[in-house]
């Protein structure tokens, strides 16, 4: 069923090329030309809009037809979605599937509309590091004489310790078949942490109060730009000793230089998000700056040493050159993260460092200064998260060689790469597709992911299948010299030297999921672990019964339909009066909405809904009827308040299907009570439903000490009230 709809989107695709009319823009133009079947081009706007999910209010929404009128067709539409789990954003992985052009791998280019990818060749042999070697003056090549002299020194770098680590076979087998032993430790600033590993007995990390520069084993010339770069985050507070970290940064970077996985689930936009990135950054080009240099001056030893003396000793690179994935939800933060980098490379304002197609990197990434921001008041933490460029169909590739870098990089000849999971999606494709590629993931040794949580609102998928393609073997040689490839990687067992790093807003089951599953690296893993003690509850300033309902269920798989079945026995009988009018069904699940609409239009209730694919009128005309009672119910998607944030106006009866993803929506929705200028009314009411795993999103709104209560209470009702004064 995908197969076909992918080849119909090629088919598609090739018009939109003849057109040549901008993607990201103009795509819906484009659609409405093109002579493909009503269903199709009504789910290709759907997915537009998100791509196009502009900072203006545009919301050009496409897809569901949210007149009364046309219901037929919707139907047909959900089947297609649930079937194929097309989610909010799947954007334009029907536009761009083919346009991965061969080699070469970064994002359509809105401004010019390009179609084809651009793909920097001109630059190859300057950043080539088979015939690259290191620069004299530059000072390294010293510094490696000096290193070699005392090995000592050379071998307690953790960069060196960690890639010289030669696993055995029964240790890879431990790893694989024994459980993790785990231990708890308390640090300053970053708090409960969890420690785990197979191999050795799990060693906790103390936190050091303060950290010595040079004891950072920080490449050149990181360990005189870090703290220039890093200044903004400072306060005059910081220690004099600690000249250039945040409490923070030293402590997530002390996790990050031994090499360990780290789980970090308390990234916030507003507060901590820049530092947290600053780090991060400085730890990957590190890493590349370090990685380079050992394949540089080996070249340089290699080109040296007397003919026909095969030497072992320079295994000192993977099966492909990338290095370090970093996956982020949105162009801006890639922009944001290549400026880190390059002001992390220059030494100074005098020495620039020549950045190839810079130029073209600002205008696809950055954002246009024309487009007027929305009139409409959004909280600041949505102004946060959705700054700049919000495309979310992306991939760029980054060569860093010395004193310069290339943009635009094709993959094969990249140290980093950036991208969206849309971007990586649209070129690992799936199962049988002719063009698709993944080997350039074979030997990545540092995974980020920042800003987890977004992609359970964009479409979790596309990480799953990312974390399914990552350090495999490839298929093909890709003219790598396996002589300088290190064992670890021949072996096939590179996945057990990836550090992955995970930055979230929030604790979340999937996320947790891919941590505890999809990392197996040998150092162990670190993961914070901190209990909300308050939930957003205390946040309601509205006078609101809370009425909590606790649902039975066997097991996770059961608990959908659990859930379904008594909301329509239990929950919705008791607001099918009509006194209870005015009616607000909060969903986080698009497949949970389908099937409550579709139920409400068997059953004929008058109602309407919103969700993130409803179009500008639709959304006006639903919130109108809402308003005014002509409509008793409104079913409303937790996706299109994450991209949209409205405040929907006469809600008196709320009711959460399901807790919320963030936290804090629960208490913005409970909030939008007060919208409506009617006076406090006193038969306001709100009713939550919710099972024993729902724990966390349990804990994050009611507070970790209520939460226990109420999932082993006998009593299956719990009441709360707030706003009393």
């Known amino acids: 069923q995908s197969e076909t709809s992918d080849k119909s989107s090629a088919e598609s695709d090739s018009e939109a090329e003849v057109e040549q009319v ?302 370090v994935l970093m996956i982020v939800p949105f162009r801006e933060c890639a922009l944001r993260i290549v400026h880190i980098f390059i002001s992390l490379l220059e030494v100074n304002d005098k020495r620039k460092i020549d950045v190839s197609n810079k130029k073209r990197f600002k205008g696809e990434f950055g954002s246009d200064p024309e487009e007027k921001p929305p009139n409409l008041k959004r909280p600041e933490d949505y102004e946060a998260v959705f700054a700049g460029n919000i495309d979310d169909h992306f991939r760029i590739g980054v060569a860093i060689l010395q004193k310069s870098m290339r943009l635009y990089a094709p993959f094969y000849s990249s140290d980093i790469i950036i991208a969206s999971p849309l971007g990586m999606r649209t070129i690992i494709g799936a199962e049988g597709e002719k063009k698709r590629d993944f080997d350039f993931l074979s030997s990545i040794e540092i995974l980020v992911i920042d800003q987890a949580d977004i992609y359970l609102m964009q479409n979790w998928e596309h990480v799953l299948h990312l974390m399914k393609h990552i350090n495999l073997l490839p298929r093909d040689s890709h003219g790598v010299d396996f002589s300088r490839v290190r064992m670890l990687n021949l072996n096939n067992w590179s996945k057990y030297h990836r550090q992955t790093l995970l930055f979230s807003a929030l604790q979340d089951p999937q996320i947790n999921s891919v941590f505890n599953r999809h990392c197996f690296n040998y150092v162990g893993q670190v993961a914070v672990r901190n209990v909300p003690l308050s939930g957003s509850i205390s946040h309601v300033v509205v006078q609101l019964p809370h009425v909590f309902r606790r649902l039975e269920a066997e097991n996770v798989t059961s608990v959908i339909d659990t859930r379904f079945q008594f909301f329509i026995d239990k929950v919705l009988p008791e607001y099918r009066d009509a006194i209870m009018s005015h009616t607000l069904i909060y969903v986080p699940s698009y ?104 724990a966390q999103k349990l804990a994050a709104v009611v507070g970790i000490d209520r939460t226990a209560q109420m999932l082993q209470s006998k009593k299956n009702v719990h009441l709360f009230v707030t706003g009393e004064n």
């Not at 809904?609 to 005014?628: D, M, N, S, W």
């Not at 406090?680 to 729902?694: E, F, G, I, N």
Request: glycine residues 4%.
């Open 22 to 323: 901008s993607v990201y823009r103009k795509l819906l133009a484009t659609l409405k030309t093109s002579p493909e079947s009503e269903s199709e081009e009504e789910e290709d706007e759907s997915e537009s809009e998100e791509a196009g999910e502009s900072e203006t209010e545009m919301d050009s929404e496409g897809s569901q037809e949210t007149g009364e009128a046309g219901g037929g067709e919707e139907d047909k539409n959900d089947v297609l979605d649930q079937e194929e789990g097309i989610t909010a954003t799947d954007t334009a992985e029907q536009t761009l599937a083919q346009e991965q052009a061969d080699g070469g791998d970064t994002s359509c280019d809105p401004s010019h509309g390009v179609i084809e990818e651009f793909t920097d060749v001109k630059h190859e042999s300057e950043f080539s590091l088979e015939t690259n070697f290191m620069e004299e003056e530059s000072g390294d090549c010293n510094a490696d004489k000096r290193e070699s002299t005392s090995s000592q020194a050379f071998s307690e770098d953790p960069f060196k310790q960690h890639m010289d680590k030669e696993l055995e076979e029964k240790e890879v087998e431990k790893m694989s078949t024994l459980p993790k032993t785990s231990s708890q430790s308390k640090w300053p600033r970053l708090g409960q942490l969890t420690f785990s590993s197979t191999l050795e007995k799990c060693k906790t990390l103390k936190a050091d109060k303060e950290v010595d520069v040079k004891q950072l084993y920080l490449h050149k010339p990181l360990e005189s730009t870090w703290p220039k770069v890093n200044k903004q985050f400072l306060s005059s507070a910081n220690k004099p000793s600690d000249p250039s970290f945040t409490p923070l940064q030293r402590e997530l970077f002390c996790i990050m230089n031994t090499y360990r996985d780290l789980f970090y689930p308390e990234r916030n936009a507003l507060t901590n998000g820049e530092e947290i990135r600053h780090a991060y950054c400085l730890h990957a080009l590190n890493h590349v700056l370090k990685a380079n240099a050992q394949v540089l001056s080996n070249n340089a030893k290699r080109r040296d040493q007397k003919p026909g003396t095969d030497n072992d000793d320079y295994r000192d690179q993977g099966l492909t050159r990338p290095k």
């Open 591 to 694: 497949f949970d909405y389908v099937r409550l609409r579709n139920y409400f239009k068997k059953e004929e209730l008058n109602f309407t809904h919103i969700c993130e694919y409803t179009k500008k009128a639709g959304v006006c005309r639903a919130r109108r009827f809402f308003l005014k009672g002509e409509k008793q119910f409104l079913l409303f998607t937790e996706r299109f308040h994450f991209y949209k944030r409205y405040t929907i106006k006469g809600i008196r009866n709320l009711i959460f299907y399901e807790l919320p993803t963030y936290s804090h929506f629960y208490s913005e929705i409970c909030n939008m009570m007060k919208a409506t200028d009617n006076g406090v009314d006193a038969t306001w009411t709100c009713t939550v439903l919710y099972s024993k795993y729902d």
